[in-house]
């Protein structure tokens, strides 16, 4: 009698050892694995509904190694910056995958308003989850307005450099804008002109002389290794002046679009759906087949 009350205790902390033990290994199990899975990851971040893109099952071809991400300017989303875009890349054979990022909390329909930089960390989550579901070792990148500054963070700060080939940029902040800019973009969507006032984030960090853009653009506005495409419009009324979009280090092709096509009148918005832009963003995609783009390119 006096053994068994001896080892109780002895058997009560084996029995909570094991248990403590047994909840440690779950956590390990559960917690950091689920975190760790980078497709379940990305998928969080998919837009939904974008022709063409975010089929998980795609499989790369010899002709097109790389999957394409697509990354959506301020205020849009993935699901509406890229209709036309999305479908046509798809068309040609690309695996193509495209994110909502910068969503803030109560603010319905619109995204790309975090700060840039926490911008630039989903979309480090979606590539990686990207380059996991089709097993490429690098991505080719897709974007327009921030979209196309925005991964510039991902590539210098955040280890981007190594899983990126191409960037390509078409009417990219890169080198900020002013409040005016800012402004103009705003009034295309219902409700992002008292944003800009209260609760974006982003445009703050996109106005020129900014301490982000300070950081982003010191000493070299590229990084080696990717190769960059900027495609820019005249008639561009938001990221002004247009030429401020062009990027001046390293592998870089600058294009104007009217140097394409004397007659596209196409701006800031209608660039990501315009057929001589998306056919110049083909052909830096895949420069070894690239064509001329003339007036009477199509994607």
């Keep these: ?38 497709i379940t990851a990305a ?6 509904g974008v022709p063409g893109a975010n089929n998980w099952s795609c499989r790369l071809s010899s002709a097109h190694p790389r999957p394409v991400v697509l ?7 993935g699901s509406d910056n890229w209709l036309i875009a ?17 969503a803030e909390p109560g603010v319905p329909l619109l995204a790309g308003l975090a700060p840039v ?21 690098q991505a ?9 500054m925005m991964p510039r963070y991902y590539l210098r700060f955040l280890g981007g450099a190594g899983k990126v080939h191409t960037l390509v940029g078409l009417a990219p902040s890169n080198h900020g804008t002013t409040l005016d800019g800012l402004l103009t973009l705003a009034a295309v969507f219902p409700g ?18 900014s301490a982000f853009l300070q950081e982003l653009n010191a000493g070299a506005d590229t990084v080696p290794g990717v190769s960059y495409t900027v495609i820019a419009t005249r008639f561009d009324e938001v990221v002004t002046p247009y030429t401020s979009q062009f990027l001046s280090s390293g592998d870089v092709h600058n294009v104007t679009l009217q140097r394409l096509c004397a007659l596209d009148i196409s701006e800031h ?23 001329t783009t003339t007036c009477l390119s199509h994607p």
């Design 269 to 291: 918005v209608a660039i990501a759906a315009d057929p001589v832009a998306l056919h110049e963003v083909l052909n830096a995609l895949d420069p070894a087949h690239a064509t």
């Design 117 to 137: 930089a926490d911008s630039a960390a989903q979309l480090a989550t979606f590539v990686d989850g990207v380059l996991a579901a089709t097993g490429a070792a």
């Design 86 to 102: 999305a479908p046509a890349l798809a068309a040609h054979g690309y695996c193509v995958f495209a994110p909502t990022y910068g």
């Design 43 to 48: 998928k969080a971040l998919a837009a939904p």
């Design 71 to 77: 990354v959506h300017g301020t205020f849009a989303t």
């Design 1 to 38: 009698m006096g053994d068994n009350v001896l080892s109780r205790p002895r058997r009560l902390r084996s029995i909570l050892v094991a248990t403590t033990s047994l909840l440690a290994g779950a956590l390990l199990l559960s917690g950091p694995a689920r975190a760790a899975d980078p």
């Design 140 to 148: 080719d990148l897709v974007g327009h307005s921030q979209g196309g």
């Design 192 to 209: 992002a002109l008292d944003l800009v006032r209260s609760a974006c984030a982003s445009c703050a960090d996109q106005a020129a002389g």
